[in-house]
């Protein structure tokens, strides 16, 4: 029998709108009778269950606001649900963007030791991949370049490049990717970035990958969830659920 890696039943949130998250009651109290606050919640999912088993790739696809950002964060413990249950195995990478980390006033040198440090590995660990990580960003000349003079292209470059080799070393059970495709990198960087993080996956660990890149959806994962308004509206083959989204 296959292993279960995740197991998502039942799960469902909801936010406070119009109220800051610390926000004491006698403050909600005076914005409430001075109008000024919004009396309502947002249920951001509603029964959501699903599994994954291990080495599955899952995409996760939905209009902007569907859910799937939260989704992911509850999978990664950053947010409790209000009710429901999730179960993990292992340990979790969950990666949001691809600048994520990144300190402007900091050089690329010292960005990679920032971002590989924030991924859990020690200096002796970072030096092991520090060359690989160089090498693929392409970016060599700008060692010691302040990450703020970068373009965007160079900053996707650098952040995916310290990403993918960080997660290749660590050998997550799960990795959790939140719109990490789709950068503004040139066109040759993101078919070899594609490329290297398809060789990632299939070594082993299970996937969820929310993106709007639905070439990277079909052509990597192995079945899709296909999220609007909190809710699982399918799951089936990447092919299926993503011409399904499209007539939405």
Do not use: W
């Amino acid at each position: 029998m296959e292993e279960k890696i995740i197991e998502v039943s039942n799960l469902s949130k909801k936010f406070n709108i119009g109220f800051k998250q610390n926000e004491g009651a006698l403050s909600k109290l005076i914005f409430f009778l001075a109008g000024r606050g919004v009396k309502k919640e947002l249920e951001v999912l509603k029964d959501i269950s699903f599994y994954a088993y291990k080495g599955e790739i899952i995409g996760l696809i939905g209009k902007n606001g569907s859910g799937k950002s939260t989704l992911l964060r509850i999978l990664t413990g950053i947010y409790n649900p209000d009710k429901g249950q999730v179960k993990t195995s292992g340990k979790v990478f969950y990666i949001s963007g691809l600048s994520n980390g990144l300190k402007p006033r900091l050089t690329m040198h010292d960005n990679i030791y920032l971002m590989s440090s924030m991924m859990g590995l020690n200096n002796k660990e970072i030096k092991e991949i520090f060359s690989k990580i160089v090498e693929f960003s392409g970016l060599k000349d700008f060692l010691y370049t302040k990450v703020y003079q970068f373009s965007s292209g160079m900053v996707a470059r650098l952040s995916f490049s310290v990403t993918i080799f960080c997660l290749e070393y660590s050998n997550p059970d799960v990795i959790i990717l939140d719109e990490v495709f789709g950068s503004s990198a040139d066109a040759e960087f993101e078919e070899k970035a594609e490329k290297k993080m398809s060789c990632l996956v299939k070594k082993g660990s299970t996937v969820i990958l929310a993106s709007h890149n639905l070439k990277i959806v079909k052509e990597h994962c192995n079945k899709v969830i296909l999220l609007d308004n909190g809710r699982i509206i399918n799951i089936g083959n990447s092919k299926e659920i993503v011409d399904e989204y499209l007539l939405m």
